[in-house]
């Protein structure tokens, strides 16, 4: 299986139990899980070919102008993670199956569930560095969504919007980071990237690239001074906070740091940064776990702690130290996930996280006590669990290193070997309370399968560690260091001073275990730095600096925030007009001709009465009517009769639809602004009608600076799309993809105005309508005979119009949107002449089924070109010889036009339709109160 | 020739500019209106002013004008219908549901719920 399709299948399950809404907990599990052990299935097939040392690549183009290829490929570091990812994420989902309750959201969780697995999947497999960093910033968004699953509470959310915080900011460093090693590589491909060490290292861009994405790395594996988010994080759903906080998300940093590692390791500023950070972590994680009376948060503080472990690790630079990262990588991950797990079902059993109100479990759950015991063992670091092969390492690595890190690593050892201790001794041992909130009970065997099985490979790889892990740890850190690298790992090294530092480490937390109470008190009497209230504080400052700016500039008056950006705009016109590059006014000017000049009076007249007599509405809206034809009438003077036909067209509808409007909108504006604010508007106007009418005249007076590429439109019109009028060809086939965006755009704009009225006329709006007294005085004869007879003779003549419009559209003016108008135009004239009930007895087709058949002609005639082996939208015509008349030209562009027609009657006509509604619905208590009452003789 | 067109142009700007920043829905959907027109003029000039050659191919002619600023233009016009369209109805369901056809947020709206 080609490692696209592996970083495809989580993506493809993420949708299953979104569109199975109301799934059962059992229907969605099985579904992801499935999709999730496929893709676990695909990443074992190619173990074989990755411990040989291959590259096992996808690479598809996409942009490869900017450097964008969807590249993916997988290597041993690849395969460790992957496995991490999608083994650990098979268990979580049946630990979810039976961890979530009735009440909640099955199929949501399963989705997001599934959507950060693919982005985790797409972050470890991915060999290009922009592909990564969308990848990335996925895992953000769908960690935001898991750790606030819990909608309801507080906490969750809170929890949610800082870990999104402060992992989207380290996110956005990341990706200046990223981008300014591509250019220094000259490569965006990683596999480029990290053969290009000294390039790299010697170029003056290398330490901000390091600064920032070691920024992004350790926002997302919560390193000191970042690691106040992933605890907050923990009012997540357990499932959540054993995949994403302890096997996986946190650990997308830490692959970072090894993934770049060829690159970026090794130099000063490397060893400097990222061994303190991972030891000072260490520490401080380790250190505060031991004092927290959460269980979830201990297991946070002590994931912290772990991390920064393994940061440090990586951060030594050498061989051997990456060598016991990818190790414990492993280990962690297993005992970690395990021991969430284990915190999970107590949670579920005790109703209750508080590790002062449990104790004496030993007892009433010896399975989870075994399991968690065996798993916190591991963690403190004593044989002959895989904690202790890592650890070991781990010391052996810091006591060579340079100053106190062998010190200091000890001593965060000692806190590690306490809290672990303190958690199986606080839980499970002491005498059994009789308080709990409810009576504890091991759980079934859905929630103790998936920890079983990571304990059971916390044991064999402690035992057998070169057997069970060593042929994936030896190939990521060959992957890591980009060397053939061959570990041997044993639990027994004879006695170095790693095992004594490790002796002291056991007895210095057995010592503290004992000594806690007091410590505890002595914590106590400290000062307490609250990360969560500094980092309130910041986000607080921010959110009143931008809404002091916001206020500032946009009062709630869309005039003032209009003006603003109107003035902003001229600025930014005159100044790239000034920096620009315009050639001299060379192109000569068309004579005056006394037609253009009427036509030009006549505008200017048209406009300025409308602008002096804008309040009165309805001679406003006639008005606009008469600069809308002039426009038109522009059109056809200067050689554009498609545009022509369709502003004429237009202009009628939207005349027809603001005058329906208009019916319940007062008549007359009136004057409610002082003289000062009309006069700085008309200043603004000025400006804008100056900048636009100016650049306008620019661009006439210059010929094309650049040759254009309408030449090419012109003289391929015919050969290749079949037609002789170049302005529809260039619609349905040269820019038939933008043309299929716009129909849509269209229909989503009518389906919107449907959305409105449907709101109106259901919400407090309706009483308001049906209550509105008309401010007009009617027409006698709301339904003139006249009229509708004249409309009703006249249809079946416009509608072969529309049709003949259509039809030559491809060759002489007119097409799809056109005939569409004309056809909506006649449609329209019933509805005034005979009225809205009247016409909608008569026509039984739904203008909605109109839109979404149009769009579905015009995309199924794109997709035809698929089945010729041709890109989407490509067309092809030929010609059918019948005897007696000319040959007849069909083209897959009709299809395509046919399209557009419905697409525009549909939206034409649901628009206008929707307004219709209203106006049936306006009045409706008057004309019931009137129907009821006796009409007097004398005005019947 | 080239001068009336751009002054037109520049008038339908400056009125719909004008008409835009007044305080009441029907008036800026005539202001946006003229906006469409003008800009749709903008665009369709691009291609140069050209009389009498119409982008459509016949036997023996071999001058065309730009075909392509008219292409966009044409969907433009259709677009900027549904555009008025949208902005019609939320007009007056504004006003509908308000009772007046001010645009600007009214005051209690803008201090926010906690005001």
């Known amino acids: 299986m080609t490692p696209a399709l592996i970083v495809a299948l989580p993506f493809l399950g993420a949708a299953l139990p979104g569109l199975m809404v109301r799934t059962s907990r059992n229907a969605a599990a099985i579904a992801c899980g499935s999709f999730t052990l496929l893709a676990l299935l695909g990443l074992i097939v190619n173990i074989p070919a990755v411990l040989a040392g291959e590259v096992v690549a996808t690479r598809i183009p996409w942009m490869s102008q900017i450097g964008l290829d969807a590249d993916f490929m997988l290597d041993g570091l690849g395969l460790l993670f992957g496995i991490l990812i999608l083994g650990i994420g098979l268990l979580i989902i049946l630990y979810a199956r039976f961890y979530l309750s009735q009440q909640d959201a099955a199929g949501p969780f399963f989705t997001y569930l599934m959507l950060f697995q693919g982005a985790m999947t797409g972050i470890v497999l991915s060999d290009n560095i922009l592909m990564l960093l969308v990848f990335w910033e996925l895992t953000s968004l769908s960690s935001f969504l898991l750790i606030g699953f819990w909608k309801h509470l507080p906490e969750g959310r809170q929890g949610a919007r800082m870990a999104l915080n402060v992992t989207a900011m380290g996110g956005l460093a990341m990706i200046a980071g990223c981008l300014l090693l591509g250019q220094v590589a000259g490569s965006y491909r990683l596999s480029d990237i990290i053969a290009q060490r000294e390039a790299i290292q010697s170029s003056a861009l290398y330490l901000p690239a390091l600064l920032l994405i070691l920024l992004g790395a350790f926002t997302k594996s919560a390193q000191f001074p970042f690691h106040f988010w992933l605890p907050r994080a923990m009012a997540a759903p357990t499932p959540v906070s054993a995949y994403l906080h302890s096997a996986t998300m946190v650990k997308a940093g830490i692959f970072l740091m090894a993934r770049l590692w060829p690159a970026l390791a090794g130099t000063p500023e490397w060893f400097g940064i990222v061994a303190t950070v991972g030891l000072v972590t260490m520490l401080i994680g380790g250190a505060i776990a031991l004092f927290q009376d959460d269980l979830k948060g201990l297991l946070a503080y002590s994931t912290v702690s772990h991390l920064g472990l393994i940061t440090m690790l990586l951060g030594f630079g050498t061989e051997a130290a990456a060598t016991a990262a990818m190790f414990h990588i492993v280990a962690h991950a297993s005992f970690k996930a395990a021991l969430f797990m284990g915190a999970g079902i107590i949670d579920h059993a005790a109703h209750t996280r508080s590790i002062r109100r449990l104790g004496g479990l030993r007892t009433l759950m010896p399975l989870t006590f075994g399991l968690v015991l065996i798993a916190s063992l591991s963690m403190a670091g004593i044989p002959p669990f895989n904690g202790f092969l890592s650890k070991e390492m781990m010391l052996e690595q810091a006591a060579s290193a340079a100053g106190l890190f062998g010190a200091v690593a000890t001593l965060a050892s000692v806190f590690s070997v306490a809290y672990s201790l303190r958690l199986v001794a606080h839980v499970f041992l002491g005498p059994v309370r009789h308080d709990y909130p409810t009576a504890p009970h091991d759980p079934g065997a859905g929630l103790w399968l998936g920890p079983a099985l990571l304990v059971a490979v916390v044991i064999l790889s402690g035992l057998f560690p070169n057997a069970t892990l060593g042929w994936i740890v030896t190939a990521a850190a060959s992957a890591v260091t980009a060397q053939a690298l061959h570990p041997h790992f044993a639990l027994w090294h004879g006695v170095n001073p790693a095992l004594l530092m490790s002796a002291l480490a056991v007895a210095g937390g057995a010592a503290l275990l004992v000594l806690w109470q007091p410590a505890d008190r002595l914590r106590q009497a400290l000062p307490h730095i609250d990360a969560k209230a500094m980092f309130d504080a910041i986000v607080g400052a921010a959110e009143r600096l931008a809404a002091a700016f916001t206020d500032g500039f946009s009062n709630g008056s869309m005039s003032r925030a209009l003006a603003a950006q109107l003035l902003l705009a001229l600025i930014c016109g005159l100044a790239a007009w000034h920096s620009g590059l315009a050639g001299p006014a060379a192109r000569p000017m068309l004579p005056v001709t006394p037609v253009a000049l009427v036509g030009w009076v006549m505008m200017l007249v048209g406009i300025g009465t409308l602008v002096a007599l804008h309040r009165r509405r309805i001679l406003a809206l006639v008005l606009v009517g008469i600069v809308g034809l002039i426009v038109s009438v522009t059109f056809v003077y200067f050689s554009a009769p498609d545009l022509a036909l ?125 209550q509105w007294v008309r401010d007009m005085r009617r027409a006698g004869d709301r339904h003139p005979l006249m009229l509708g007879v004249a409309t009703r003779a006249l249809l079946p003549l416009t509608l072969v119009v529309g049709l003949y419009i259509f039809l030559r559209g491809h060759n002489a003016p007119g097409g799809g949107f056109v005939a569409g108008l004309i056809v909506s135009v006649a449609l329209v004239m019933h509805y005034m002449a005979s009225g809205f009930a009247w016409a909608m007895q008569r026509q039984s087709i739904p203008y909605h089924a109109l839109i979404a058949l149009g769009v579905l002609a015009a995309g199924v005639t794109g997709a035809g070109a698929w089945f010729a082996g041709q890109p989407f939208l490509t067309s092809a015509f030929g010609y059918v010889h019948l005897p007696g008349i000319e040959p007849i030209e069909l083209a897959t562009a009709m299809g395509f036009d046919t399209g557009v027609f419905l697409c525009v009657v549909g939206a034409v006509m649901l628009a206008l339709n929707s307004l219709s509604r209203i106006a049936r619905e306006a009045g409706r208590d008057h004309a019931a109160a009137d129907a009821a009452a006796p009409i007097p003789a004398t005005q019947a | 020739m080239e001068f009336l067109i751009a002054s037109a142009i520049g008038s339908l700007t400056a009125a719909g500019v004008y008409l835009s920043l007044r305080k009441r829905s029907f008036a800026v959907v005539l202001g946006m209106t003229l906006l469409t027109y003008a800009t749709n003029l903008f665009l369709f000039v691009t291609g140069r002013l050209v009389i009498d050659q119409p982008p459509v191919l016949r036997e023996g002619v071999t001058a065309y004008t730009d075909p392509l600023p008219q292409a966009l233009v044409l969907t433009a016009i259709v677009i900027s219908f549904g555009m008025t369209a949208v902005v019609v109805m939320m007009a007056l369901g504004s006003f509908i549901e308000g009772g007046d056809d001010r645009i600007d947020l009214p005051r209690r709206d803008r201090e926010g719920p906690g005001a």
Do not use: C, W
């Open chain 1, 646 to 770: 369709t502003q004429i067209s237009v202009e009628v509808v939207t005349v027809i639809l603001l005058l329906l409007a208009l019916n319940f909108l007062p008549k007359r504006t009136v004057l409610d602004t002082s003289d000062l604010k009309r006069g700085s508007d008309a200043f603004v106007a000025a400006l804008a009608g100056l900048g636009v009418g100016g650049l306008a005249f620019a661009i006439m007076r210059r010929d094309f600076a650049f040759p254009s590429i309408s030449g090419y439109m012109v003289e391929n019109s015919y050969k290749l799309g079949g037609g002789d009028n170049v302005v529809n060809v260039i619609l349905v086939d040269f820019r038939g993809y933008d043309t299929y965006g716009e129909i849509t755009v269209l229909g989503i704009a009518a389906l919107t105005i449907f959305a409105l009225t449907e709101t109106l006329l259901g919400g407090r709006g309706a009483h308001r309508l049906h």
